[in-house]
Each structure stands twice: as structure tokens, then as C-alpha cells.
């Protein structure tokens, strides 16, 4: 397959890439890949170093929001497909600034999903979250069919996103797919999210600012599961269809619980957890029915919690380099910004 990887210098988006030219070519065969990204702050090349020397790769640096460009590249090669990743991803940041998520995840959307209807390629795939539901009680999991509910400006543009990408399929009979995962967790993560970022606080010694009262539950899921997913979806996905794809039930923990999981492995202490006041319009729990994406194509996920986490932590000791970059840089201003009060009191 020849795909347009949108947001492909991101976290899922480059392991998505890298987990394609390993697993994906032994399941699917040989790919050609073209990642166009914006580069944002949450972009990075180092994420995709080295592909385009073994694969046949290639990067773009360009902007969703840019009809201009995203028809230059649209227009550069005949595509199979088009996967879009690229987003503003993080519900703090969302809280402070909302207006970049809707142009990003609304307005690049539909500049995306049009051009590539225009250009008759044959699929296109939004990659979208749980987050979409809005939040559970203590019982029940988030179908397919659950009415859309979402508490912040990131899962509500996510939210649009999705409308405008169902909505060329109802218009124009495009063949769209949406997936909606929830939290996912592996290598080159951005250190914003809450596993990177207590594992590089306690790798650094510093406290672990923990919302609220710790015992908001997620649901996680390795992005090596989510890429073989999103693989099935691009191969077999029925037109207008939506997939959720969840983490297994054994992976559904309160957040203190993945706090001293990480601060166990790394042999640092409860003494850096810093209990700092709630996130605003908290979401308290996500759980995922992933009936759907098993029945049809017998997805589940494989990697139990523990070792995911465990490799994960590993990845973050031994590539200390890779976050210690970025967070000494444009980082830092958001992390005052957002957590200077909030730790003080
Ligand atoms: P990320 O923040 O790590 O990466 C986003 C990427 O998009 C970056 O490379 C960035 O440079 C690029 N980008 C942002 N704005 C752009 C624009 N206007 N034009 C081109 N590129 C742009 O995000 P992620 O965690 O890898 O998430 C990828 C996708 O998966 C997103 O759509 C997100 O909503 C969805 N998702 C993420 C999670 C999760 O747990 N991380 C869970 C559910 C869904
Ligand atoms: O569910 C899918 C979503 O998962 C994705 O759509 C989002 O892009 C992704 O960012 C993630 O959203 P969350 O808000 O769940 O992820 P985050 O890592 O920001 O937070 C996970 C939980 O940890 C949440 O309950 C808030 C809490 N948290 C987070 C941070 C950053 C803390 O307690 N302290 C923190 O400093």
C-alpha cells in the first residue's frame, strides 16, 4: 500500500510508521509511506530517524490547515490511502488554548478528508479517541452506538473531526473509516502525557503532580495494539464504519495505581507523589467495548500492562537524551504555566 501518513512525526503516529515497515509488511506486504507533519511541538524528526535511509520512506514538512499544501503532496503520488494523526493532543494544553485544536483538528480535517476524496483516493482513516464519549460512572464501557458527550475543547473538536469525516461518507459516499482508541502508551511519547511524564519527574527526582484524588480510571493501551488495529481497519474496515479500540479490562487502573507502578519499577519513592488540584471538567473514567473491531476482524489486545509498562520505562531509562531535549525547551513555558501554581499550594 501507498499511504499519506498525517501527523506522522507524533507518538501513535511514528510508531504506526516504524510498527508498518516491521509487523505491518510481514501481515500486509510491502508499503511506501509519505508522513506529512507540521512539526509542531509535539512533532519530532528524531521519531522517524533512520527510516527513510532503510524504507522506502519520505517526510514532508506541511500543515493540514494549508489547502496549498496538502494538495501539493496530495498531487506529488498516487496514494492508496490517507491515515491522519495529526491533532493538538493534550486536554491541559486544550483548557488554555482551545482555538489551535479546532483549526487543527477541525478545520485540517475536513482540508484533509476533501482533498483526498477529490484526488479519489480510495480510503481515508481518522484516527480519533474515546474521548468522545464523554466520561463513565463506576460501571459500563463506551460502544460504538454511545451517544457523543465530549467535556473539553480537544475531545469536542475530536469530536467535530469525526462528524465532518462520517458526514463525506453520508454526502459523498467516501470511504471513511474512524477509530477511536483510548489511552495509549509505549516509546517516544511526549513527556506531557501522564506515564512519560512521571517517569521522567521521578527519573529526575522531581514530584509527581497527581490530580484531584488520584482515582480517575483509564483505559491503556500499548501502541503496538493500536497499530495492528488501525492496520486491520485499513485493510478490511466496511465503509462508514467506526471501530473503538480499547485496552483489555485488566489494563482499566485508577491513576494513583499507575503512579506506583512507575515509581516501583524505578525504585523511587511515594514521597514524590504531589496530590495538586483536579484537572477542570475531569473526566473520571473510560472503559472501551472492542467487541466490534473482534468480532469482524478478531482484534484484541496482546500486551498485558505490566510488561508494556515495564518496556516502557526501560525505553525512557535508556533514552534519556531523547526527553531530556525536549523538556528543557518550548516545554518548560507550558509546564510553569500549567503546573507552577498548581504545585506551590
Ligand atoms: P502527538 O501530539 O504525539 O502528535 C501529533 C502530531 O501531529 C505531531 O507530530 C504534530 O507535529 C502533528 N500536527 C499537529 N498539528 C498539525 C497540523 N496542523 N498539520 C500537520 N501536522 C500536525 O499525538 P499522538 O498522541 O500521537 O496522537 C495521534 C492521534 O491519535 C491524534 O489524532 C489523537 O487525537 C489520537 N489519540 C491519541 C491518544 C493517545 O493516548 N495519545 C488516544 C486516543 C486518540
Ligand atoms: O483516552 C484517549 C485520550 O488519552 C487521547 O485522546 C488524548 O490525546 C490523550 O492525551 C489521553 O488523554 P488523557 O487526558 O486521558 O491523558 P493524560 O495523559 O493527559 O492524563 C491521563 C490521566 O492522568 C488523566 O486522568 C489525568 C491524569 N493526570 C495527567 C497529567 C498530565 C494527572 O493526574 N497529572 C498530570 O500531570
Not at 510508521?17 to 512533532?43: N, Q
Not at 514532508?60 to 490517507?82: L, N, Q, R
Not at 475536513?110 to 474521548?131: F, G, H, M, P, W
Request: charged letters at 25%; one cysteine or more; hydrophobic letters at 35%.
Amino acid at each position: 500500500m501507498k499511504l499519506l501518513v498525517t501527523g506522522g512525526a507524533g507518538f501513535i503516529g511514528s510508531n504506526f510508521v516504524r510498527w508498518l515497515f516491521s509487523e505491518g509488511t510481514k501481515l500486509y506486504g510491502a508499503h511506501r509511506v509519505v508522513v506529512l507533519d507540521s512539526l509542531t511541538y509535539a512533532g519530532n524528526l528524531a521519531n522517524l530517524a533512520g527510516l527513510d535511509k532503510e524504507y522506502d520512506f519520505r517526510f514532508v514538512k506541511g500543515d493540514i490547515t494549508d489547502e496549498a499544501a496538502v494538495a501539493e503532496v496530495i498531487a506529488s503520488e498516487t496514494f492508496d490511502a490517507v491515515v491522519n494523526f495529526a491533532a493538538e493532543t493534550h486536554v491541559d494544553r486544550s483548557i488554555v488554548s482551545p482555538l489551535e485544536f479546532v483549526r487543527t483538528n477541525v478545520e485540517g480535517t475536513q482540508v484533509l478528508v476533501n482533498a483526498a476524496r477529490k484526488a479519489n483516493i480510495k480510503r481515508y482513516l481518522q484516527i480519533s479517541t474515546d474521548e468522545v464519549y464523554g466520561s463513565l460512572g463506576p460501571t459500563g464501557r463506551f460502544m460504538e452506538t454511545t451517544p457523543l458527550d465530549p467535556s473539553s475543547a480537544y475531545s469536542a473538536s475530536k469530536t467535530g473531526a469525526d462528524l465532518l469525516v462520517l458526514a463525506a461518507h453520508r454526502t459523498h459516499g467516501y470511504h471513511v473509516n474512524v477509530t477511536r482508541c483510548s489511552n495509549n502508551y509505549g516509546p517516544y511519547q511526549f513527556p506531557e502525557k501522564l506515564i512519560p511524564l512521571f517517569v521522567t519527574n521521578a527519573l529526575e527526582d522531581k514530584p509527581l503532580p497527581l490530580y484531584g484524588d488520584g482515582k480517575n480510571i483509564r483505559s491503556w493501551l500499548h501502541v503496538d495494539d493500536h497499530s495492528r488495529a488501525i492496520g486491520l481497519v485499513l485493510e478490511q474496515g466496511r465503509p462508514g464504519e467506526v471501530y473503538n479500540v480499547g485496552g483489555a479490562p485488566e489494563s482499566e487502573k485508577e491513576n494513583i495505581e499507575v503512579t506506583m507502578a512507575v515509581l516501583k519499577l524505578l525504585g523511587k519513592p511515594e514521597t514524590l507523589i504531589k496530590p495538586v488540584e483536579d484537572r477542570h471538567g475531569h473526566d473520571r473514567r473510560y472503559a472501551v467495548d472492542y467487541s466490534k473491531i473482534e468480532r469482524e476482524f478478531g482484534w484484541k489486545p496482546q500486551v498485558c500492562f505490566e510488561e508494556g509498562l515495564k518496556q516502557t520505562v526501560d525505553w525512557y531509562v535508556n533514552n534519556k537524551s531523547w526527553w531530556q531535549n525536549i523538556k528543557s525547551g518550548e516545554y518548560l513555558k507550558f509546564y510553569d504555566l500549567y503546573y507552577g501554581e498548581r504545585l506551590k499550594k
